[in-house]
């Protein structure tokens, strides 16, 4: 009984806030009438029909914005189908979702041996761009020094919030800009999907901050977000001169990473917790198991720990025409390192990046210290309120003894 009124209360609770939140919206778009910022919101697809009938009275007002501002755009799209150099679009030109499973691949006998998610990543694995729910073609207008990108999924809000205050605030230092976007595919909740779409796209009405694709976010489906990141950036960021590329619960000095770029030009580069001839793993229960008939090599070539990276622009457009090589493959981060193989590049290898945490004296009081991580540029993994401290603490006066122990770097 109890349980049924409680979830009675869950539910006018969260058609409250739900409320609240649409009319905050609507009451923001109607009343923002200074020009959008760089980076604006431009859906290009149809969001998912909505039975309420308050929220399609809102859809119906945001379509209006979203058509009035999106005609606009459609010359652009329009002469966006001549393709610029090397085969790459002025705009997102994948417009529609044409991704269904590839019943062919039953019919191998390697197919049937496979785990369920195994097989399910099979079938789809031949889709790799998908349309856009959120773009913002506007974000790399201008020279960008460094543009912050960020694995997210819709539910952790609290991350990018704790991001935007600390290591992915967007701002301008000594004249290099500095841009941040996250980037996510739909929940994987399909019941809760609608309603988790809705506060994403007020929070990127806010924020102006969130590269969305019609795709779902899950493990294997992280590929899916690099491959679609940088045809997104080879499209629209031309003048965008490095890239940090990482997860949303990292610690990360913003200021490290720019010291460390002030250094010589490095052509191709590609820095962070490189990892030399890994072992596929073959245990069942692994969260990063994979088959033998996905990969039957012994080692994986050269890859670096997808956690956070540096790379710049040149390389970043080369990766791309690599990646249109290969098919993918269910490892976000060990796929990065299959298309440096194919362009004969070697990742760098960085002690200040800790993507596989903090390894040797695991248990150490000192792994916590802001003395270490004043030193690092990259520190997997934190919660948010951690993160928040720790990025208070090295921010404050603090005195650290002029050399950390060997044994930690
Ligand atoms: C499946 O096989 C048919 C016939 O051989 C082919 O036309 C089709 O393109 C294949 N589908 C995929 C997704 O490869
Ligand atoms: C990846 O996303 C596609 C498109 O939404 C979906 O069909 C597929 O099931 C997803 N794959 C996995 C492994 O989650
Ligand atoms: C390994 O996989 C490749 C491509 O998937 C295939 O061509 C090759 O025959 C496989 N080698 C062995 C020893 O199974
Ligand atoms: C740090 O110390 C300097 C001088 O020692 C002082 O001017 C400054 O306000 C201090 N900053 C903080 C955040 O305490």
């Given at each position: 009984?109890?349980?049924?009124?409680?979830?009675?209360?869950?539910?006018?609770?969260c058609a409250?806030?739900c409320?609240i939140?649409?009319?905050?919206?609507?009451?923001?778009?109607?009343?923002n009438?200074?020009?959008?910022?760089?980076?604006?919101?431009?859906?290009?697809?149809?969001?998912?029909?909505?039975?309420?009938r308050?929220?399609?009275?809102?859809?119906?007002?945001?379509?209006?914005?979203?058509?009035?501002?999106?005609?606009?755009s459609?010359?652009?799209?329009?002469?966006?189908?001549?393709?610029?150099?090397?085969?790459?679009?002025?705009?997102w030109?994948?417009?529609?979702n044409?991704?269904?499973?590839?019943h062919n691949?039953?019919?191998?006998?390697?197919?049937?041996?496979?785990?369920a998610?195994?097989?399910?990543?099979?079938?789809?694995r031949?889709?790799?761009?998908?349309?856009?729910?959120?773009?913002h073609?506007?974000?790399?207008?201008?020279?960008?020094?460094?543009l912050?990108?960020?694995?997210?999924?819709?539910?952790q809000?609290?991350?990018?919030?704790?991001?935007?205050?600390t290591?992915?605030?967007?701002?301008?230092?000594?004249?290099?800009?500095?841009?941040?976007?996250?980037?996510?595919?739909?929940?994987?909740?399909?019941?809760?999907?609608?309603?988790?779409q809705?506060?994403?796209?007020?929070?990127?009405?806010?924020?102006?901050?969130?590269?969305?694709?019609?795709?779902?976010d899950?493990?294997?489906?992280?590929?899916?977000?690099?491959?679609?990141?940088?045809?997104?950036?080879?499209?629209?960021?031309?003048?965008?001169?490095?890239?940090?590329?990482?997860d949303?619960?990292?610690?990360?000095?913003?200021?490290?990473?720019?010291?460390?770029?002030?250094?010589p030009?490095?052509?191709?580069l590609?820095v962070?917790?490189?990892?030399?001839?890994?072992?596929?793993?073959?245990?069942?229960?692994?969260?990063?198991y994979?088959?033998?008939?996905?990969?039957?090599?012994t080692?994986?070539?050269?890859?670096?720990?997808?956690?956070?990276?540096?790379?710049?622009?040149?390389?970043?457009?080369?990766?791309?025409?690599?990646?249109?090589?290969?098919?993918?493959?269910?490892?976000?981060d060990?796929?990065?390192?299959?298309?440096?193989?194919?362009?004969?590049?070697?990742?760098?290898?960085?002690?200040?990046?800790?993507?596989?945490?903090?390894?040797?004296?695991?248990?150490?009081?000192?792994?916590?210290?802001?003395?270490?991580?004043?030193?690092?540029?990259?520190?997997?993994k934190?919660?948010?309120?951690?993160?928040?401290?720790?990025?208070?603490?090295?921010?404050?006066?603090?005195?650290?003894?002029?050399?950390?122990?060997?044994?930690?770097?």
């Amino acid at each position: 009984m109890n349980i049924w009124r409680s979830r009675r209360l869950l539910k006018l609770y969260c058609a409250i806030c739900c409320a609240i939140v649409l009319s905050l919206t609507v009451f923001h778009r109607s009343y923002n009438v200074s020009p959008e910022p760089t980076g604006a919101p431009v859906r290009l697809d149809r969001a998912p029909r909505v039975q309420n009938r308050g929220i399609s009275q809102f859809r119906d007002y945001a379509l209006k914005q979203v058509v009035g501002r999106r005609s606009k755009s459609l010359g652009v799209m329009v002469s966006g189908r001549d393709r610029g150099g090397k085969g790459v679009a002025k705009q997102w030109d994948v417009l529609t979702n044409n991704c269904h499973p590839n019943h062919n691949i039953t019919r191998a006998n390697w197919f049937n041996d496979l785990d369920a998610k195994f097989k399910e990543y099979v079938l789809y694995r031949h889709c790799r761009y998908f349309p856009m729910i959120l773009n913002h073609p506007k974000k790399c207008v201008g020279d960008v020094y460094l543009l912050i990108v960020v694995k997210s999924i819709i539910t952790q809000y609290h991350r990018r919030e704790v991001i935007r205050q600390t290591w992915g605030k967007e701002m301008e230092i000594d004249g290099k800009r500095i841009k941040t976007l996250f980037l996510l595919g739909t929940s994987s909740n399909v019941n809760e999907r609608s309603h988790y779409q809705k506060l994403l796209e007020y929070e990127d009405r806010l924020y102006g901050d969130i590269l969305q694709w019609d795709f779902t976010d899950s493990f294997f489906n992280l590929t899916l977000k690099e491959v679609n990141f940088l045809k997104w950036f080879s499209t629209y960021c031309h003048r965008v001169q490095h890239i940090f590329k990482g997860d949303d619960d990292v610690f990360v000095s913003t200021e490290n990473i720019l010291e460390y770029l002030k250094g010589p030009g490095i052509p191709n580069l590609f820095v962070g917790d490189t990892l030399h001839k890994a072992r596929p793993i073959r245990k069942k229960d692994n969260k990063y198991y994979v088959p033998l008939a996905l990969y039957n090599k012994t080692f994986y070539p050269s890859y670096v720990g997808g956690a956070g990276f540096v790379t710049n622009q040149a390389l970043a457009r080369k990766l791309y025409q690599a990646s249109e090589t290969l098919e993918l493959y269910p490892i976000d981060d060990v796929f990065l390192g299959m298309c440096l193989e194919v362009l004969g590049v070697s990742p760098i290898s960085h002690s200040g990046f800790k993507t596989f945490g903090i390894v040797r004296n695991k248990n150490s009081k000192m792994n916590s210290d802001p003395c270490l991580y004043k030193h690092m540029l990259v520190v997997h993994k934190l919660l948010t309120a951690e993160l928040l401290e720790m990025w208070a603490a090295i921010h404050s006066n603090l005195t650290c003894s002029l050399k950390l122990p060997r044994t930690f770097i």
